[in-house]
């Protein structure tokens, strides 16, 4: 199979669509191995994730370089998830290397990897089941241009960094799964308990899609659970502001209209910030795991509560009213 550098408006569109969660797992490149321009049996080998975005970065990185491209089948997953998950591992890299009849087209034993998939990937085991030694490039495509002057990464090239593009532009996917459920329940509030309360999911969710992944670096803890928990506290202040000053229909209604907010919007932020463990270099599997069996607990009870308290509220009201 053959592949060129220079993308096309239909892969920029496909980008646009990954990006945007439309068909997330049709965005996917049919695993083998890829020529790039002219190499020759001296040309380099790099391995990618047969997810788009993965390889359409890769090979856009390239131009003007002779190389191959080994697409391991990573599920559509890219390459920093897939390591996590291991499909991108030591037993793709080496079946990858198999069945193509890799060792048959290079002259030399050598298989660039991404640094980012390094997690999924055992340097001794694919050269003890392969004859092929794995050599871990840097940590951005964009450097392998300057990279392969030297084979050697400095230690910018190692540096992993989560910029302030490169965190809300995980931002779509999210919103786009949460839009549906946000809409119904946003409905259903309006009706049920006015515009406010409405306006309350809304900004629940967009908080844990959009401003979780901006604010991150810069909230307190360093999990993201009690990340999301802060955030859902600070963005909840207003609506619980709000029901303080307005609601006086029942002694104490005050105080249980300031606290109903402040209970059910910090575990709907919290919850939907865990999504985001999965797709930054901030966290570990054995973390995430900790962190949910650790939290999960504490933003059900929250919700639990603050739903209690909103349903004994509207009875109160109700029988009073009646």
Request: proline content about 7%; glycine content about 8%.
């Amino acid at each position: 199979m053959t592949t060129v550098s220079t993308l096309t408006f239909a892969d920029r569109f496909d980008h646009f669509l990954a990006r945007w969660g439309v068909n997330r797992m049709s965005h996917l490149v049919k695993p083998g191995l890829y020529r790039l321009g002219n190499p020759t049996p001296d040309s380099p080998v790099f391995a990618s994730a047969n997810y788009t975005l993965s390889f359409d970065a890769l090979r856009s990185a390239l131009i003007g370089i002779d190389a191959y491209i080994l697409v391991l089948d990573t599920k559509g997953i890219n390459v920093w998830c897939a390591a996590g998950k291991g499909t991108f591992g030591t037993d793709e890299l080496v079946n990858r290397i198999s069945c193509t009849g890799l060792a048959s087209v290079v002259r030399h034993r050598t298989v660039i990897v991404p640094q980012l998939g390094a997690p999924g990937i055992s340097a001794h085991q694919v050269l003890r089941r392969s004859g092929f030694r794995v050599e871990y490039g840097p940590v951005r495509a964009r450097d392998l241009p300057e990279y392969l002057k030297t084979r050697k990464a400095t230690t910018d090239m190692r540096r992993v960094r989560f910029p302030f593009v490169d965190r809300v532009v995980l931002a779509p996917v999210e919103l786009v799964h949460a839009a549906v459920p946000t809409l119904i329940a946003a409905i259903l509030l309006y009706f049920l308990a006015g515009p406010v309360a409405s306006l309350a999911a809304v900004t629940a969710v967009l908080a844990g899609t959009v401003l979780f992944p901006a604010l991150l670096p810069f909230l307190p803890t360093r999990d993201f659970s009690t990340k999301g928990l802060i955030l859902g506290v600070l963005v909840a202040l207003p609506f619980a502001v709000y029901g303080a000053t307005q609601f006086h229909l029942f002694p104490f209604a005050h105080v249980v209209a300031g606290i109903i907010p402040l209970l059910l919007m910090p575990p709907v932020v919290a919850y939907l910030a865990l999504n985001f463990t999965g797709c930054t270099p901030h966290t570990s599997r054995t973390g995430v795991k900790q962190e949910i069996f650790r939290y999960v607990r504490v933003m059900v009870a929250m919700a639990g509560c603050g739903i209690f308290l909103a349903i004994l509220s509207a009875i109160v009201w109700f029988v009073g009213v009646a």
